[in-house]
């Protein structure tokens, strides 16, 4: 049995994504930009798709950005309220200590330009609080930027909270929703949001395409010039089959997110509470407020690089962390930030499900997960040092 157990990596492209791209490749492959008919229908096409995205987050259709995905997304976003915040005088940001590296390679470039960042404290209850961010505000405030929800260990941020106390002191807010667009009900609205990052390869559209959603008002900076495409805020020609698969796949999990996400959550606690069985481990993320497929433990003892090595020979997919770091022989900073110590965070494994796994699948998880952190911790010097005592037990 092959389990596939990374969709916070990525994710399967379901067949309605697939169907609703596959017209675009050969028939209708016009340019949206020219005037002839075979143009016309291309965006007739995209215009489709951006109401549908549109329709999705709870905006105007007007009021969304087609870009190449989430981290381009995060970078104009930022950048663009950066750039407004230092016309007016205002240099600070506030964030978190776990942001996905889109967004803090962005604020550190913006560091070095002069503008200071307040990275919130993760440490309690691996999240934040909307108090946090309220207590962090001050007069040069020009941007909070949070994520939505955690790309590695799963915890949800209260955002209609964070949104609420940003829109009372005048602060535009951004969120990184990668990992919860098609998983969690968004509405920008309701919840307040300024500016919304999304990515189509994670919730079953195509890589390689995402949005920014952007309030009807706020002045975005171009990070990319050459044309008028995107209302002259993103030059390019638009993806026309990537565009219309992701906002089929965006579509489809938002009509069934009630019925698949309960089942997720369900598997997900499932194999939290047999995964918790294992001695000197800890469970990474928020235990309430959760994504409904992320599962993320520290083993004491083993390193995660053999891990997941092993759980691949015996048919597991799974990662250590963030897919964009996994060349990277550092432990995740996401780990360090919420406390893990080094030799700890080194030994981390994160499962991440879908609709698309079953039970099954979940049962074999639990028998060979176990299997292996005994394997390989029977093989390790540091685990017979800590059975020995000349170590103490961290977890």
């Known amino acids: 049995m092959q389990v596939y157990a990374d969709n916070a990596a990525t994710t399967r492209m379901s067949q309605t994504a697939v169907d609703a791209m596959m017209p675009y490749f050969r028939d209708i492959y016009g340019n949206p930009s020219s005037l002839h008919s075979v143009g016309q229908e291309a965006k007739e096409a995209l215009d489709a798709a951006r109401a549908t995205v549109a329709e999705c987050l709870g905006c105007e259709p007007r009021e969304i950005i087609f870009t190449s995905g989430g981290s381009e997304a995060d ?8 750039r407004l915040g230092a016309r007016k005088g205002k240099k600070h940001i506030i964030s978190t200590a776990f942001e996905h590296h889109a967004v803090l390679h962005t604020l550190q470039k913006l560091e070095k330009e002069g503008f200071e960042v307040t990275y919130l404290d993760v440490r309690t209850n691996h999240n934040i609080t909307a108090q946090q961010v309220k207590d962090a505000i001050r007069e040069d405030t020009c941007l909070v930027t949070t994520m939505y929800a955690n790309n590695e260990i799963g915890s ?9 106390i940003c829109k009372e002191a005048g602060v535009p807010f951004h969120t990184d929703a990668v990992q919860a667009a098609g998983h969690l009900h968004i509405n920008v609205k309701e919840q307040n949001i300024d ?25 975005l900076v171009n990070i990319i010039e050459g044309g008028a495409q995107e209302r002259g805020k993103r030059a390019g020609t638009e993806n026309i089959p990537g565009i219309c698969g992701m906002a089929a796949a965006l579509k489809e999990s938002c009509e069934h997110m009630d019925e698949n996400m309960p089942r997720v959550a369900a598997m997900r606690d499932r194999l939290i509470e047999g995964l918790s069985k294992i001695p000197h481990c800890a469970l990474n993320g928020d235990r309430v407020h959760r994504l409904p497929g992320n599962v993320s433990f520290c083993f004491e003892g083993i390193e995660g690089e053999s891990l997941l090595l092993l759980l691949d020979m015996k048919g597991v997919c799974a990662s250590s962390g963030s897919a964009c770091t996994s060349g990277s022989l550092d432990p995740s900073h996401v780990l ?60």
């Open 75 to 82: 970078n104009q976003a930022i950048i663009s309220a950066a």
């Open 156 to 164: 949800i941020l209260p955002i209609p909270e964070i949104g609420a």
């Open 195 to 219: 500016m919304l990052s999304l990515s189509g390869h994670k919730f079953h559209g195509p890589k390689g395409v995402g949005a920014l959603y952007v309030r009807r008002g706020f002045p």
């Open 336 to 395: 360090l930030a919420i406390g893990r110590v080094h030799d700890v965070a080194h030994g981390s494994l994160r499962l991440s499900l879908s609709e698309y796994n079953t039970d099954e699948e979940v049962d074999h998880i639990l028998e060979v997960v176990p299997q292996v952190v005994e394997y390989l911790r029977n093989m390790s010097p540091v685990w017979r040092d800590l059975q020995t005592g000349k170590r103490q037990y961290i977890l």
